[in-house]
């Protein structure tokens, strides 16, 4: 009897001790399922390319014509505008002749026609060009509010009709329509001396600069170790911290988003993408770098393309642009 008592009673114990596990085990993942549903992969697929093989672009600005699936890119040394399709191969290029100035950003309008930042010896102007390239109309910066004075543009954003004009060295921002005029003004460096006034900023500059599909702005402060979104309401969220680790930043630059509200920041300390969810949190790093296709060396500017869920990023030593696939678990 006794025996019979101490068998039932270890055969109880175990019993509670393998709920026990199991109910663990179900809690465990269930914390683990809302990251893994979260998480993005990303696949190497190409780089930009023509006819005689990968464009070797060093730190070349992209813009993404999501009507079109087409790819805009501004070579920095050759100061031209080449377009590639959604497959990447170039299908198109215009400027060569000098007629456009200085090219320095371009981007696409919703209906092809194309904005094209320049500067010549009058100064900066935006040229609105056709699909070809031939110049339809231009205008200057002008009415500027006094605390936008000394803006030199050196940065070009079109997103939902409106015209983002970037000065990252003194880290401000002016908005226009589509014919020039102006709409409003960011001075960014002010608003983050008050979001965070133990950062002395000092020389610090916009390392990376880009708008979503809501009107949030996005940028980095490499000096810093931060990148941060700017609400069309005025709300300022900065995220990152320097480090090593996964996570963290090195040397940021580019910044862009997805239609997901996922965001990616490239690090060309760390060689690699950083991703964030829309709540800022840290879910992926991809790239490390090395030689083979799908490393990185020294990422900088991005794009992404959401109608096909791809990602374009730009790095040094004409390593060209390579392209990912971004994926969704």
């Avoid at 805009?72 to 299908?91: K, L």
Wanted: hydrophobic share 40%; with cysteine.
């Amino acid at each position: 009897m006794e025996r019979k008592n101490r068998t039932n009673i270890h055969f109880y114990s175990r019993l509670k001790l393998q709920s026990g596990t199991f109910i663990c085990f179900i809690m465990v993942l269930g914390l683990m399922l809302p990251q893994a549903m979260a998480a993005v992969e990303s696949t190497y697929m190409y780089s930009l390319s023509n006819f005689s093989g990968q464009v070797p672009f060093s730190w070349a600005s992209i813009a993404v014509d999501e009507a079109r699936n087409e790819i805009y890119v501004v070579d920095p040394e050759e100061r031209n505008i080449r377009i590639f399709n959604n497959r990447g191969m170039e299908i198109y290029r215009f400027g060569d002749d000098g007629t456009l100035g200085n090219v320095i950003n371009a981007a696409a309008e919703k209906n092809g026609d194309i904005l094209v930042l320049t500067q010549k010896i009058s100064g900066y102007s935006v040229i609105l060009c056709d699909f070809r390239g031939e110049p339809l109309s231009e205008f200057n910066l002008k009415d500027l509010p006094a605390d936008l004075s000394g803006f030199t543009p050196e940065r070009l954003v079109y997103r939902s009709g409106m015209v983002y004009l970037v000065d990252p060295k003194n880290m401000q921002v002016a908005v226009t329509d589509d014919a020039g005029v102006f709409v409003r003004g960011y001075n960014i460096r002010p608003l983050i001396d008050v979001e965070a006034e133990k950062n002395k900023l000092g020389g610090a500059e916009f390392g990376g600069f880009n708008v979503d599909g809501q009107g949030n702005i996005l940028f980095t402060i490499p000096e810093i170790f931060l990148a941060f979104t700017l609400s069309p309401d005025g709300k300022l969220e900065s995220f990152g911290a320097a480090g090593s680790a996964p996570g963290k930043f090195s040397l940021i630059g580019g910044i862009v988003s997805d239609d997901r509200g996922y965001i990616y920041v490239a690090d060309r300390g760390k060689n690699v993408i950083i991703v964030f969810n829309r709540e800022l949190q840290f879910q992926a790093e991809f790239g490390y770098r090395g030689t083979r296709p799908e490393n990185l060396i020294g990422p900088e500017n991005l794009g992404f393309q959401s109608h096909e869920g791809m990602l374009y990023v730009s790095q040094l030593r004409n390593r060209g642009i390579s392209v990912f696939r971004i994926d969704y678990r």
